[in-house]
């Protein structure tokens, strides 16, 4: 996923409430308020419009804080219990 963010090649976008994402989301990320759906990714970054190959990241926030990645958000670098539990460190 790394490589791919750092080649530009993907739109990484979260689909959290508004104050959610303003606490902590992946860096880099976009946010799109409620359920992701083709025409909301098409409205929010049309820049990466026309997308035939659209996935989830399976593995998620927990995936990410295991792997050690940074996070951005009020809250970005503190242990809050969702992740501790995802064995992000501090």
């Known amino acids: 996923m790394l ?4 080649a530009g090649t993907v739109q990484l ?6 104050d959610a994402y303003a606490a902590e989301h992946i860096s880099g990320a976009r946010n799109v308020p409620g359920q992701l759906t ?3 990714a098409e409205q929010v970054a ?9 996935r989830v990241y399976a ?7 295991q792997a050690g990645m940074a996070f951005e958000g ?3 670098g503190t242990i809050t219990e969702a992740t501790a539990a995802a064995g992000r460190p501090a």
């Open 3 to 6: 490589a791919l963010l750092q």
């Open 38 to 40: 083709a025409e909301l």
């Open 74 to 76: 009020s809250r970005a």
């Open 46 to 54: 049309p820049d990466r419009a026309g997308y035939g190959d659209v």
């Open 59 to 65: 593995g998620g926030k927990q995936d990410w804080a």
């Open 13 to 18: 976008m979260e689909a959290l409430p508004v």
